[in-house]
Structure formats: structure tokens, C-alpha cells
């Protein structure tokens, strides 16, 4: 309440209204939407590589270049709005946890798109920098800063981090159970695998699923997690 009060000049009650954090916010979106599309055209480039589809579809008049003058744009308007929000909050913004995040990926942009990008042209045979392009994985980070920009997000992080430890316990419980269910299977089919009066197709089938209790196990976990994925059971 403080912070908005009317001494404050009118550039630090922008930055710190709510109003702000909804305007990034919808860039953020804008910017993870951008991205999507990216990598489409991205899939779509590597499916005319295999041949598993044409290459005029995969060749998008004008996109590379689109992409990266939009990347630049971004990453400007992101290292404005931390620009801004240190001069508005001071060094208590640093003590935030969660706004090291804004400081990485947008760090990481500058780096991947005016560093490597001078160095690429220095020394372009140098395979490091192929390794240095991992910097854009972090780019991802900007879709996990909306979270914390909508207060109806950060309640659903609150509520499933909470639930970590319970979901854990879940696991292990729903282990354990699998583990006696295998035990039980293998055992009751032994006879069964070992009879020489069934037919040995048959045998060997229910051997596949139940001879040992690795196997029993698996079959266990692919009857438990979504079994039409993984095929009929027997």
C-alpha cells in the first residue's frame, strides 16, 4: 500500500500496479505463442529432411528472419521491464527468488543473441559454440514467469508443490502394490508355463507377460498406467 501511495513519482506506480504485471503477462503469452510456431515451422523443416513431408510445405516465405527480428524485439521489452522494475523496487527485487528467473532467461537471450552471435562470427569453426546454443532451452523459462505474474497460477504451483510429498507416498504405495501383484502372478502361472499338456504357443505367450517377475512387474505397471497405450494384455 506503501509503495503506491501518491508520493511516488508516476513511473514507479505504473511499474508496480497490477496493470504491468498483466501487460507482461500477455507478452509472455504472445512471445510462448510465438515460439510455438517457431518450432512448428522448425518440425515441419526436419519432416522434408526425411521425407515425411514436402519441402514447399516446410518453407515459409520470410520466416527465419520474422522469427529472429521478433526474438530481438522481446528480448528488448523483457530487459526493459527488469530495467524497470529494479529502478522501481531497488536491490529488494533481488532477494526474490523467483525473479532470478526473469534475470536468466532474459540474460540468456542477450547472451544467445548479441554474444554468440559476435563469436559465431569470430570463430565460427569452433564446436563449443554448438553447445553454447543450449542457452536457448532456457527460453522456456519465460512460460514458467506466468505463474508468477498471475495470482490464480501461483495458487495452483502453491497447491501442487504442497502436494509433492503425498504424491510421492502414492507412488511408493501404488510400487509396493504392483510388486506383491507380480509376486502373486508368477507364482500362480509357474504351473500353468511348465504344463507340457497346454499348447506351447499359448505357454510361451503367457511367459512373455509372467514367466519372471521382472516381467510380471512390467505387465503390472502397463495394466495400472493406461493400457490401451501399450496394447492387449494376453
Request: hydrophobic letters at 55%; one cysteine or more; charged letters at 15%.
Amino acid at each position: 500500500a506503501n509503495l503506491l501511495s501518491e508520493d511516488i513519482s508516476w513511473w514507479k506506480r505504473t511499474v508496480l500496479s497490477q496493470q504491468f504485471d498483466m501487460a507482461f503477462g500477455a507478452l509472455i503469452l504472445l512471445n510462448s505463442i510465438v515460439m510455438i510456431i517457431e518450432l512448428e515451422n522448425l518440425g515441419l523443416q526436419a519432416g522434408a529432411h526425411l521425407s515425411l513431408n514436402s519441402r514447399k510445405e516446410a518453407e515459409w516465405p520470410y520466416a527465419k528472419l520474422a522469427f529472429l527480428l521478433i526474438d530481438h524485439l522481446f528480448c528488448w521489452i523483457f530487459l526493459f521491464e527488469i530495467v524497470a522494475r529494479v529502478a522501481a523496487y531497488g536491490g529488494t527485487w533481488f532477494g526474490n527468488p523467483a525473479n532470478w528467473i526473469d534475470i536468466i532467461s532474459v540474460g540468456m537471450s542477450v547472451f544467445d543473441l548479441y554474444v554468440l552471435s559476435i563469436m559465431r562470427f569470430s570463430l565460427p569453426n569452433l564446436n563449443f559454440i554448438r553447445v553454447l546454443r543450449l542457452v536457448r532451452l532456457v527460453k522456456v523459462l519465460r512460460v514458467i514467469r506466468l505463474m508468477r505474474l498471475f495470482h490464480q497460477l501461483r495458487v495452483l504451483v502453491v497447491a501442487v508443490a504442497a502436494s509433492v510429498g503425498a504424491l510421492m507416498w502414492s507412488i511408493v504405495f501404488l510400487t509396493l502394490v504392483q510388486a506383491v501383484a507380480a509376486i502373486l502372478m508368477t507364482q500362480m502361472l509357474q504351473p500353468f508355463i511348465l504344463d507340457f499338456n497346454h499348447p506351447e504357443q499359448l505357454r510361451s505367450e503367457v511367459y512373455n507377460y509372467f514367466g519372471r517377475w521382472s516381467y510380471s512387474m512390467l505387465t503390472m505397471y502397463q495394466i495400472t498406467m493406461a493400457p490401451p497405450v501399450w496394447g492387449p494384455i494376453g
